[in-house]
């Protein structure tokens, strides 16, 4: 294992889902270290640490990229949380996921508008709001 791309995968991962991240990760340990590992070094260690683009704007394509699946509800969800935690407002999150239905349909962007709401309802009930 490269701890250095074990590493940056973790900082980033940190930055964008806080210790949710660091959950996920734990919960392959006992089915699948080798995934959970990767999970780490591959997104989060190599593409997300790449120059040319901030976390905002990955998150932004990451919360399209969900979107437009149609069928990734709970990394939908985490990634919306981690817009949120590296600077993207809810209205940037809602029209990102808006701008999908121009792509992907109307179905994936209400799916999206819906999984939305549901993050920034559970956010509200902690205190965190935008950014938080």
Known sequence: MDDTRYER??????????EAGKRVVES?????????????????????????????????????????LGNAR???????HGALNVGCSREEVVETI????????????????SAAE???TEREAEGRGEGA
């Open 9 to 18: 995968g973790l900082r980033n991962l940190g930055k964008i889902d806080g």
């Open 118 to 120: 549901d993050v920034f």
């Open 74 to 80: 709970p990394q939908l969800a985490v990634h919306i």
């Open 28 to 68: 392959l340990r006992g089915i699948a270290p080798d995934f959970a590992r990767l999970l780490v070094e591959f997104p989060f260690g190599d593409v997300y640490d790449r120059p040319g683009l901030d976390l905002k704007s990955r998150e932004i394509a990451t919360v399209a990229a969900l979107t437009a």
């Open 98 to 113: 808006m701008q999908m239905a121009v792509y992907a349909g109307f179905p994936a962007a209400l799916n999206g508008l």
